[in-house]
C-alpha cells in the first residue's frame, strides 16, 4: 500500500511539474508571437489543440489506472455511466461556452455578469435534466441489473 501510495503522490507531483512546465512554456510562446494579428491567431489555434492534447493524455492515464483498479469485468458499467454523463453535458451546455465566448469577447467588461449568468443557466439545466437522467438509470438498473452487487 505505501509503494503505491508513493507512486501516485509521484504521480501527481509529476502531473503539477508539467502543468507549470506548460504555462511557463505558453506565456513564453505566447511573448515570442507578439501582439499582432499572426500572433493572436497562432495561440489561439495552438492553444486549444496543445489543451486538447493534454487532455487526451491525462484520460488515457486514467484509462490504463481504472482498468487495472476495476477490471474489465466491470469496465463495461463504466463506460455507461460515462456515457450518461456525456449525455448529460451536451443537454447542460447547450451551447452556452460558445455564446460566453463570443459574447466576452464582444465586451470585455461585462465578463462577471455574462459568467454568472451562463453558471445559472447551466445549473438550470441540470436541475431539469436531473429527472430525465434519474428515469434512464433506474429503467437500466430494473432491466439490466446495472448497479447490483454481482456475489
Known amino acids: 500500500d505505501s509503494f503505491r501510495l508513493g507512486a501516485l503522490v509521484s504521480l501527481m507531483g509529476l502531473a503539477s511539474f508539467a502543468l507549470g512546465a506548460g504555462v511557463l512554456a505558453t506565456r513564453r510562446w505566447?511573448?515570442?508571437?507578439?501582439?499582432?494579428?499572426?500572433?493572436?491567431?497562432?495561440?489561439?489555434?495552438?492553444s486549444p489543440m496543445a489543451a486538447q492534447?493534454?487532455?487526451?493524455?491525462?484520460?488515457?492515464?486514467?484509462?490504463?489506472?481504472?482498468l487495472r483498479l476495476i477490471g474489465p469485468e466491470e469496465a463495461g458499467a463504466y463506460a455507461f455511466a460515462v456515457a450518461i454523463i456525456g449525455y448529460a453535458g451536451i443537454i447542460t451546455d447547450y451551447g452556452l461556452g460558445t455564446l460566453l465566448t463570443r459574447e466576452v469577447a464582444r465586451d470585455p467588461s461585462q465578463t462577471r455578469r455574462y459568467v454568472s449568468n451562463v453558471l445559472a443557466?447551466?445549473?438550470?439545466?441540470?436541475?431539469?435534466?436531473?429527472?430525465?437522467?434519474?428515469?434512464?438509470?433506474?429503467?437500466?438498473?430494473?432491466?439490466?441489473?446495472?448497479?447490483r452487487a454481482h456475489v
Request: a positive charge; one cysteine or more.
Open 30 to 46: 505566447a511573448s515570442l508571437m507578439g501582439t499582432g494579428s499572426l500572433g493572436r491567431v497562432a495561440r489561439n489555434s495552438v
Open 53 to 66: 492534447a493534454a487532455g487526451r493524455l491525462v484520460d488515457f492515464g486514467f484509462a490504463v489506472f481504472m
Open 121 to 147: 443557466a447551466r445549473l438550470l439545466l441540470c436541475l431539469a435534466c436531473a429527472p430525465l437522467l434519474g428515469l434512464v438509470l433506474w429503467a437500466y438498473h430494473a432491466w439490466f441489473e446495472i448497479g
